[in-house]
């Protein structure tokens, strides 16, 4: 469970593969699955976004993934990073939760068109309402999750 809209997607995709090339789904089969989360999230971002189109995501010290666009001060690390116009939420550090109130303020004044609501260590639920509500809701057409 849990992955019925994912399995739809591959499945249409698989078909389409064989009806581009003429195949008989009979005696060909085609993977349309990404190596990884990686690749995957770049493919989400490059198919939602415009080149140098604003992602808000969790910063990669606080909990967030290297995909979702990481950059130092200094350098951008990620492809994503070097693609689009990334910026990183953060945790509260007394806390340890997202601070969604900074996240808020954040969201006001850089205006990204995509919000990830995800990440790869953070251990905490996620308020996917409140960011969806008080952040997407007013600047961005998705969040990913």
Known sequence: GGNEYIDQAET?????????????????GVNVQS??????????YTA????HDRILSLDLPHGGHLSHGYQTPT????CVSKY????????N??????????????ADHYRPKLVVAGASAYPRNIDYG?????????HCFNAVA
């Not at 190596?35 to 989400?44: H, W």
């Not at 350098?75 to 990620?78: A, F, G, P, V």
């Open 93 to 106: 550090e007394k806390t340890g939760y997202i601070d969604y109130d900074q996240m808020e303020i954040l």
């Open 35 to 44: 190596l990884s989360g990686s690749p995957m999230n770049f493919e989400v």
């Open 48 to 51: 939602l976004l415009q080149p």
């Open 75 to 78: 350098k951008k690390i990620s």
């Open 12 to 28: 249409l995709c698989q078909k389409r593969a064989l009806e581009a090339f003429n195949l008989d789904p009979q005696q060909w």
């Open 84 to 91: 689009f116009e990334t910026m990183g939420y953060r945790l």
């Open 130 to 138: 409140r960011i969806k509500k008080n952040v997407c809701v007013k």
